[in-house]
């Protein structure tokens, strides 16, 4: 079984919509959780960090259910800037080690 | 402030060739860490590093050596290239923090073995 599992989509989305992408975790010892974004032929950039509370940032908000062990992104208001793959992150932390796991992403193309 | 650089940016190799990539970091990180990406799998980690002089494999690391003999270094090398290494490999680094253990990415390297 796969560490991290997201849905690959593509989402397909008109300007202006508000999306959803959910990614589920094996171990529930998982300390830190991310979402990245990559866009076409880039390096992967963090979007936001995961907090237990869930954190929101402009248009972007973000929870995580230990419990289910899974973490949700939400965009609303969607922009053609938005068109990326978003890839969720898992990171064990611990002092000696810190490895992080990455899902496949979600690749959402937003249009006009 | 370069952040993460690699070198190359491309390169193709014929089957048997040796390769190393390099990877500068200038913020100082402690952490780093040498991914491969391939269609549909995500990255993968090759190895990594907790500071200089010390490496660990990651989840693929075969075919793979490392060194991290300056802090801010970390090279990658294939002691014999085979087609399957075809990849775009991405090199990162990250801080020690209490909360938050963000990683930062090179722009990657694009590799075909023929």
């Known amino acids: 079984r796969k560490e991290v599992e997201q849905d690959p989509g593509p989402f397909n989305v008109p300007e202006g919509a508000t999306v959803a992408f959910n990614c589920t975790y094996s171990?529930?010892?998982?300390?830190?959780f991310f979402w990245y974004r990559q866009d076409c032929r880039k390096e992967p950039k963090l979007l936001m960090s995961?907090?237990?509370s869930g954190n929101e940032d402009g248009r972007f908000t973000a929870q995580l259910n230990r419990a289910s062990q899974y973490i949700s992104l939400l965009i609303r208001d969607s922009k053609l800037s938005d068109s990326a793959t978003y890839l969720c992150?898992?990171?064990?932390?611990?002092?000696?080690?810190?490895?992080?796991?990455f899902g496949s992403g979600t690749k959402l193309n937003v249009k006009p | 402030n370069a952040g993460v650089t690699q070198t190359p940016k491309f390169r193709v190799l014929k089957t048997g060739q040796s390769m190393t990539l390099l990877c500068a970091q200038d913020?100082?990180?402690?952490?780093m860490y040498w991914y491969r990406q391939d269609p549909g799998m995500g990255l993968r980690l090759i190895h990594y590093?907790?500071?200089?002089?010390?490496?660990a494999k990651g989840e693929v690391p075969d075919g793979y050596n490392v060194s991290r003999l300056k802090k801010q270094n970390f090279l990658l090398g294939l002691e014999s290239a085979a087609p399957s290494q075809t990849s775009v490999y991405f090199c990162?680094?990250?801080?020690?923090?209490?909360?938050?253990?963000?990683?930062?990415f090179g722009p990657g390297t694009r590799l075909t073995v023929t």
């Open positions: 913020m100082n990180h402690e952490y």
């Open positions: 990162a680094s990250s801080r020690i923090a209490e909360r938050s253990y963000e990683q930062y």
């Open positions: 590093s907790v500071g200089e002089g010390t490496t």
């Open positions: 171990n529930s010892a998982s300390q830190s």
């Open positions: 995961v907090y237990s």
């Open positions: 992150v898992v990171n064990k932390g611990g002092y000696n080690f810190n490895k992080f796991y």
